[in-house]
């Protein structure tokens, strides 16, 4: 698990590179902060609206089909109760749509607490019908806006994750798009990573293009992770880890790595235990750990010592552990956070 910023300019997209949207999506971005350090309403997004480019701004865009959406399912049969949800839902739109994770976080706790029907708590096999219903919306909504690759948005959403060449999951897989300028007969001339919903879209719907509730990963963390109720297991979201949330420990015997451990500083987070993470770390890449660890056994003494006094330069490090140093890079390469524990560790040995 790495961390992937999630700043104000990191919420908000356009499909149009014109220097007027460019320009007006900076305004935005600015306003939002403004918002955040003050109100803390962002219903105050509405004084974009009557803007010229406006629909070529993310959340602008798919608040106005989110809109346009809940008003049919008003008009529908539905029971008041589940109505009523759909007005205040309708009324939080800006708030769903670009608020940064804790605050997504908070307000499902809100939520829950209420027992909301737009949230599926129990069995999936006994959804209601109102629910179902609801549920298809938000997934077309989904499907047709973003996910599909026609959707003039899907692009620039990556763009947002251009500095992120690894899975913020697992940080084994690289995740980097494809845009070939030339396609042969039956290949594909774009292929994109997996947009995963950290919080479930099967049962959180209104988060289905929640920016803070999406990001890039691969396709085994994406399956692997499936319609798990990550809110209920205590899970931390990339856009929320904080240095040392995670921690990688290595039990050494007769010179070697025997086994990987993913630790938690939160103990109830199950984070590892959804993705398979130690089980992918101690049966894929254990070849690798203890080749690293080979290399550093074979230095002079005098020369480990220096490890255990920080005195590895980066580019010594990168020869050595074969990854970046920095924690800010660990979105560039593979396995970058694991070799960076591992040193730590080798470290506390020498």
Known sequence: MIKVDNSAKKRVFCNSDKKEVLDLKQKVIEKIEEIEKTTKNYNELTVFERELYIDTISVFKFKKLIDKQITNLLRSKLSDDFKEELRTLKNDLYFILVADINTIKNYLKTKIALNSLLIHQGDKKLKSSDFKKYQKKFETLYSENLSNIKSSFKRPFFDLFEDINVCPYCNRNFINPIYKEHSLSGDNKNQSPDIEHFYPKSIYPFLSLSISNLLPSCSFCNKIKSDVDTYKYNCLSPYEIKKNDFRFDFKFKSNQVKEVKLMSKEPRCKNSEILNLESLYNEVHNKQINEIFD????????????????????????????????????????????????????????
């Open 295 to 350: 290399d550093i056994l074979k230095y002079p003494k005098s020369y480990k010592r220096s490890l255990g006094k920080f005195k590895l330069t980066e580019s010594d490090y990168k020869k050595i552990f074969r990854n970046y140093y920095d924690e800010r890079d660990f979105n560039k390469h593979p396995l970058s956070k694991m070799t960076k524990d591992l040193y730590n560790q080798i470290n506390g040995l020498i």
